[in-house]
């Protein structure tokens, strides 16, 4: 994640110090990362969304994790020191004991956050949102009105979700919408700000596109390069401008870390001292993070370097726990996405600012190179940009 109102506005959000580490140096260098880890808690959803990356559907598996085997799987999150645990789906409401099993990662410490399509969000349901202590409810939209219908496959989602949105609100439950930037969505990118500041929403985060699961087939609706970078300063315009108005809102981008070095060297030239630090923020983020400090699992206990690597497994939790599944580094995979840079290859190997991204996403380089190590076609820096014209 790129946090654009925390590099031009000083803003701090409450993930930073995830993002950015302890600025106690003698804790953080002391204390292994431990990752985010998002759980897919179920397959099933009531809206079919076209860039779904885990193609999520009408049924679960039958090998769905029990409430008792979800319950053991937390408690290795709490023992292993996991900081945070992303309840997601498929829908996540849909889960019978989703209630219950945030309550029981709360009673463990763990910080536990809700992503959901908010259409199944009742006043009722809002209610125990806010009382078993989700600490955000992210609600995807992708467009307003009828556009955010067709992205997600049922007409009213729309409106529905913008209840469960209210519903929220209403509380003091702290919300953060969630875009995914194509070319059918990037346009509607004005009016979701505006929606943001008009309903009292606490965060926003634009997604790019990830090619994988039903979004695999929506890669040539990917935004051009170009396109992007105008994207990018729309976002980061309208961050400035909410923030001069005393809108104090956390604005985010997610899964392309390019974001990071464009900002960087666009400061660079009218900001210095701001760039500065900037540069700084950034390579405490380390850039892209699968398989070190972001990790996922699916309903049946699969675990993955990312949400996005549904593909491929690393190991389950019912046969081992999961922090031993995260260490083991025999898996050549795991081992190379937590040292990457010695495999990368084509201009991810020889950016001067690999530090910042760490080759980014790499189910990208897969989908379009079928080489996980390949360069990430969504990266949107010039061969000048990156130091290769030299």
Known sequence: MISISRLLCDAIGPG??????????????????????????????NLRCVHCYSSAGSHDPTDILSTDEAKAFIRDLADFGVPVLLFSGGEPLLRKDIFELADFARSLGIRTVLSTNGTLITKDEAQKIRDIGFAEAGISLDGIG?????FRGKDGAYKAALQGIRNCVALGQRVSLRLTITRATYFQIPAILD??????ID????????????????????LSHAETREVIDLICNH???????????????VDNHADGVYLYLKLKEQDPARAERVLGLLRANGGNNSGIRIGA???????????????????????????????????QTMKGLKDRKRLLK?????????????????????????DIWAEDPACYLTDAEIGLSR
């Open 16 to 45: 930073d110090i995830l993002r950015y580490g302890s600025q106690d140096k003698a804790t953080s260098e002391n204390k292994p990362p431990r990752p985010i880890v998002v759980w897919n808690c179920t397959r099933r959803c």
């Open 146 to 150: 009828r556009q955010n219908d067709l």
């Open 195 to 200: 929606l943001v500041e008009k309903e009292n």
């Open 203 to 222: 965060r926003v985060c634009f997604y790019h596109l990830a090619y994988v699961g039903r979004g695999s087939n929506l890669s040539q609706d990917d």
């Open 239 to 253: 961050t400035l401008n909410l923030y001069q108005r005393g809108q104090k809102k956390e604005i985010l981008t």
């Open 297 to 331: 699992v699916d309903e049946t206990g699969n675990v993955h370097p990312d949400q996005f690597w549904q593909h491929y497994s690393l190991g389950n939790v019912r046969q081992r726990k999961f922090g031993d599944i995260w260490m083991d580094t025999s898996d």
């Open 346 to 370: 084509g201009r991810c190997a020889r950016c001067q600012y690999l530090d910042l991204c760490n080759g980014n996403l790499r189910v990208r380089a897969e989908a379009v190179y079928g």
